[in-house]
């Protein structure tokens, strides 16, 4: 019995400290700002307290053309060159000036690139030296100058590490991985949900600009500079409009966004220079920090996720066995081009499930039996061609009828 007792309490224990994990740990967030409170050029690097709201003195100043700038890849010195038509005018580290950036807790790194040039760049912390991934352009865009669609200015991290970068225009989604080897990779354009009615995530008016922030799951969260909301599914690509934040002033545009230590969200403006707000991501309305005045920022960001994974108590997960096979079942490629996409069966019983796909009305536009003996067995699914592109629902059922895997995909 007390052998019993004891496993359970270090099993318990054990699953306190993983559920521990997803406590929001930074009090801060990384700020980008001018060097001046009125200033606008984005050249600036503080950190804000985000139970206080009050600013450090500039950490790093990414005007200084004297910065030396490093290889991400080699390690080695960069010898820049200037410029045919801006001279050494871009050689800066925040030249252009900065609306993106992401922190990387686990390496200590601080991404961004610059608003108007199609680089990937970080600034290690422990050092403060900046580095520079040259072995492929950012966004793949060619010439960004005065091109504001092109702009990179939304960037996160999320909890597995890789970090996700988003166009003004929505039309490039970008991964990049952190850590030693940094791989970037494009990802094409994000997709409206059918709910979205006129309010495209594309749309200039109200989607560009703003910041993103993670959820504990992975989702994106996007705060436009005309302060709607969006979620993102990093699988689909699948863009929701989730509202618009009420409450704050007429003159607030939205350009950082961070989790702050209450699971709420610090938001700051390039324009309002008033003091920063706090909104609740439950309702979307936000309320004034109390601080007079503050720095015009363009960006936050720290390594607090939104909370939206269902609390499960300690009993329950010892308890509760997984209810479906959805790590075992894959759908690949999503977006599905070509009319036809292809199911995966990994480690599953053998036997018969049946596929259905639904659509956003939840409509039956295909069901097919499929009988699984072997691993890794693989089922391509064809569409007919006169199935509209949109936003469809993948679920395979076991001979109980037991839903064992739902997934959203998109036809394009």
Known sequence: MRRTLRAGLAVSLFVSASLATHAQNDRFAYAITDVTKEGSSWSALRKVDLSTGEYTSVLFNGTDLATPVLDASTKKLLVQQPDARFGNLLQAPFSTGVAAAAYDRKNNRLYYTPMFIDQLRYIDLKTMKVYYVTESAFTGLGNMHNDEAKCITRMVITPDGDG?????DANTVIKFSTGKNIKVQQLGALVDDPSNGGISIHNRCSSWGGDMIADDRGNLFILTARNHVFQVSTETKVAK????IEGLPANFTV?????????NLLVSSAMYGQGNYVVNPKSWAASSTGTASSFHSSDLANSNFLSTRPKVTTIESLVKAPSTLSSAIQVYPNPV???????QFGKVPAGDYTLQL??????VILQKRIAVGTELQ??????????AKGVYLVKVVDNTQKNVFEQKIVVQ
């Not at 409009?241 to 618009?244: D, R, S, V, W």
């Not at 081009?337 to 199911?343: A, D, I, R, S």
């Not at 639904?358 to 409509?363: A, E, I, L, N, R």
């Open 164 to 168: 996700y970068a988003i166009t003004n």
């Open 241 to 244: 409009h989730l509202g618009a």
């Open 255 to 263: 350009n950082g966004a961070a989790v702050d230590g209450d699971g």
């Open 337 to 343: 081009t070509g009319n036809q996409f292809t199911l």
């Open 358 to 363: 639904t659509d956003v009305m939840g409509k």
């Open 378 to 387: 693989t089922e391509v699914v064809s569409l007919k061609a006169t199935n």
